[in-house]
């Protein structure tokens, strides 16, 4: 979606009617939890629009092309399929998500066992009442995850759904149909520059998250074995760290508080080394986010941080995940018409 394509429709009434309901959309994906299904569609509609120009020049009929571009459909919502099955049986099974945050609580009630004499010298005198709060939060948390976990069938349901339905999509997006109205128009307009920001974000973030993803199972499958250490959960981690590594500044922050804690269990030499590799690693960032993520979508760190925290704020987690594709967005609607 380029700025002249945007400039050229006036703002007119089809044109404000068009942001009011992607607006409303929003808010109702936001609110009914469709969230996971929408990103599942747009992914499987990505992927098969990057391996459709292999089957155009393979294929000279117009027939031959769509039952080509069916059969890529199917292929890609298998694969995807079935990696949304594995990642699920992964984080809820054995060695999962639920052992791991029981993990993390025990590492923090113990902490005391832990920390130096003089760090606990300098604590506060109700350091042992905000520890069990927050050891208290934790295990409340975990509680909630495997309350979730019985959940997790309507969300899996989501993502197939919304796979589907994205193959569909891209199986008749070559279709021409006939004359649309202002209002189609406008709407049409609205919804490739959101899917051109999701493209352009998933994009940038996806080579971060695989980057981090690789540095941290270096690390931890890898050099600290080497040393002696051996950290539980280490797979866990790592699959958590490019899963997180897709929102940005925020997931790097969930996956090294995971790592820190986690370390912490077994010494305080792991949790210090892994602090101070987490550290060297958040320092390259800023160089890959700077490269990779600022030539992409053209936004600094600041500014996604600033939206993902208003998102947070009025719609929770959904939020956070939506801020960066929504604030890509409207970016570039506001660049197409020059306001910015």
């Not at 495997?146 to 899996?156: P, S």
């Not at 128009?185 to 998250?209: D, E, N, P, T, W």
Request: hydrophobic letters at 55%.
């Amino acid at each position: 979606m380029n700025r002249h394509s945007l400039a050229s429709l006036p703002f007119s009434g089809p044109v404000l009617a068009s942001h009011l309901l992607i607006g409303g959309g929003v808010v109702m994906v936001l609110s009914c939890h469709l969230l996971s299904g929408v990103y599942a569609g747009m992914l499987a509609y990505l992927l098969i629009q990057c391996g459709t120009p292999l089957v155009e020049r393979r294929v000279g009929s117009a027939r031959g092309r769509l039952v080509m571009t069916g059969a890529l459909a199917v292929v890609v919502v298998a694969l995807l399929s079935g990696l949304v099955l594995w990642i699920t049986s992964r984080l809820h099974g054995q060695g999962g998500m639920d052992a791991l945050w029981d993990k993390i609580a025990q590492t923090i009630d113990g902490a005391s066992g832990q920390l130096p004499a003089w760090v606990l010298d300098k604590l506060p005198n109700t350091a042992e009442e905000v520890k069990a709060e927050v050891v208290q939060s934790l295990r409340e948390h975990a509680a909630e995850l495997r309350i979730l976990g019985k959940e997790a069938g309507l969300v899996l349901a989501h993502v197939l759904i919304g796979l589907i339905i994205g193959a569909m999509v891209a199986v008749q997006g070559s279709e021409t149909g006939a004359s649309r109205g202002p209002l189609a128009v406008a709407l049409r307009q609205r919804i490739a520059c959101f899917y051109q920001s999701f493209r352009s974000v998933f994009g940038a973030q996806g080579k971060i998250s695989l980057i981090n993803a690789g540095f941290t199972a270096v690390y931890l499958l890898a050099l600290l074995p080497l040393l002696g250490i051996h950290l539980p959960f280490s797979k866990t981690m790592v699959l958590i760290t490019a899963l997180v590594g897709l929102l940005p500044v925020v997931g790097n922050l969930i996956s090294n508080t995971i790592i820190v804690l986690v370390a912490l269990s077994v010494s305080m030499e792991a949790a210090l080394l892994s602090l101070g590799f987490l550290v060297i690693l958040h320092k390259l960032e800023y160089f890959l986010n700077a490269r990779i993520v600022g030539a992409e979508i053209h936004a600094r760190a600041w500014e996604l941080l600033l939206a993902m925290v208003v998102m947070e704020t009025l719609f929770g987690v959904g939020g956070v995940a939506l801020a960066p594709v929504l604030y890509c967005h409207i970016k570039q609607e506001l660049k197409g018409r020059g306001l910015i």
